[in-house]
């Protein structure tokens, strides 16, 4: 019994010491002040990438919004693309400029690349060639706005004679680059290797592919052994790219350029010169000549030619045009006949013999033959052709005629360069560029200096005021460019 009671003794005191026990442990919990727990910072997320996004559902905006929506070249990422970029974007005045000067030209070339289904990339390849001036000519003697050399150009059936250079011509040079360039995109499936090509030759980067094959390496554009300058081509192209694509985020603002049709082309009557015309457009003479850069002679002559001007003026110019041919007066050719003096034919048509060699493109001391055509005035005011002659590029001479010979006192021969030397010298790169990174802040002095006249256009000034307006506003601003003008010009005789 005693047994009993002390084992119920037993249970009683575990269940009474039970319930104390859990009134004890929640008391002290209440009691106990309360530590937080250290709160962490929150993680911040990363900003999403910043990515160009395009409405294609609109209209474009401007030329350059139209130009994003086809980009279509692989992206160049490299050291080379990054120096290209800070070189331009340390130059917001040379951009601004060459990207307004560029406006003249982005609609046509953008529509002839879009109708190709070609990466409207290559509307900005004329500014790593030429700073869009039609007038620049490199010293591998390239010329115009996509720097074709003689021998491309002639590949490309652009007309090159003393009368015009289609080189130059903006629209045939345009179509011409543009077939270049899918024949040479075609050639290597890659666009990288078809502008390297454009610059440094096709049969080069060809041989440069082969050579890294053979080391059983990479043909890629940026495995290839090529030239600074050729290293540096699509550097640059993709550096400007980079700029249009997103110009805000390098504070900068791009001029505007409405996407519509710039200019238009009209028949030209023979007889007219392109100071008439200039005036017939109300543009000036600087002005004309950026959308009729392909001629090397002041004044037509010859049907089937054409001019360019803006697209809201072609209706009051071609009504002037009609009133022109009417008019009967106007510009012809004289045949050169045998004996015959350019005295006499300058005196015959009211003009001084320096007058008539500066119309005619002829450098001092030429000697002509019988037969040799010449530009002569008929009825008309020469003073306007005398004045846009004088901006017409000095390079025209490298393509006179046959019958023009020198007089060799005046020009040592062994000075002289032979056509055919020239040709091999030029031909052996097939397109260069006519700037490097470090000449890039003045584009348009090369051009200038070799598109000033003959130095016997000094003495072969009708109206000295006029002439000198007519000349104050060229594309270049650095007068230091004299002295390749000079050199251009003796070089341009000796290949006469």
């Known amino acids: 019994m005693a047994k009993l009671f002390s084992l119920l003794f037993l249970v009683f005191a575990l269940q009474a010491y039970a319930p104390v026990q859990a009134a004890d442990s929640t008391d002290t919990s209440a009691t106990l002040p309360s530590t937080p727990a250290p709160s962490l910072p929150p993680v911040a997320e990363p900003p999403p990438a910043r990515v160009l996004t395009l409405d294609l559902t609109r209209d474009a905006n401007d030329i350059w ?127 990288q290797l078809a502008l390297a090509s454009y610059n440094w030759g096709e049969g080069a980067v060809g041989r440069a592919i082969q050579r890294n094959r053979d080391a059983g390496l990479p043909a890629e554009y940026s495995e290839l052994k090529m030239p600074n300058e050729t290293r540096n081509y699509v550097p640059k192209l993709q550096a400007i790219k980079n700029i249009v694509a997103e110009p805000e985020l390098f504070h900068l603002e791009l001029p505007y350029v409405a996407n519509v049709q710039h200019f238009v082309t009209l028949n030209a009557p023979p007889g007219i010169d392109l100071a008439t015309a200039a005036t017939f457009a109300d543009m000036s003479l600087e002005e004309f000549l950026a959308l009729n850069p392909g001629y090397n002679r002041p004044a037509i002559t010859s049907p089937g030619q054409t001019l360019v001007v803006p697209a809201d003026r072609a209706s009051s110019f071609e009504a002037r045009l009609g009133e022109f041919a009417l008019s009967g007066k106007g510009w012809r050719t004289h045949d050169l006949e045998p004996g015959e003096k350019l005295n006499t034919i300058a005196d015959r048509h009211g003009l001084t013999l320096a007058q008539l060699m500066q119309l005619n493109g002829l450098a001092s001391g030429s000697r002509l033959s019988a037969g040799h055509t010449l530009l002569v005035p008929d009825g008309i005011d020469p003073s306007g052709a005398l004045a846009i002659s004088r901006l017409l590029p000095a390079n025209s001479r490298l393509s006179a005629p046959p019958a023009v010979k020198l007089n060799t006192s005046a020009v040592p021969s062994k000075k002289a360069k032979t056509p055919a030397k020239a040709t091999a010298k030029s031909s052996k790169r097939t397109n260069n560029t006519a700037k490097t990174p470090s000449r890039a802040t003045q584009p348009a002095t090369k051009s200038t200096a070799k598109t000033k006249p003959a130095p016997t256009a000094k003495s072969a000034t009708a109206k000295p005021t006029t002439a000198k307006s007519a000349a104050a506003k060229p594309t270049a601003t650095k007068p230091a460019a004299t002295k390749p003008a000079k050199a251009t010009t003796k070089s341009a005789s000796a290949k006469n």
């Open 65 to 191: 919004d139209r130009i994003r929506r086809g980009f279509g070249m692989p992206d160049l990422d490299s050291p080379l693309v990054a120096e290209q970029q800070i070189f331009y974007l340390n130059r917001p005045g040379f951009l601004k400029q060459v990207f307004s000067r560029g406006g003249r030209y982005l609609y046509y070339i953008v529509d002839e690349l879009e109708r190709r289904g070609m990466p409207t990339e290559l509307a900005l390849l004329p500014m790593v060639e030429s700073s869009y001036n039609p007038l620049a000519y490199s010293r591998a003697h390239a010329s115009g706005l996509w720097q074709f050399i003689p021998s491309t150009g002639r590949n490309f059936n652009l007309t090159q004679d003393s009368w015009v250079d289609e080189r130059r011509d903006v629209i045939a040079s345009t179509n011409a680059a543009l077939d270049y360039l899918q024949t040479i995109y075609e050639m290597h499936g890659d666009w």
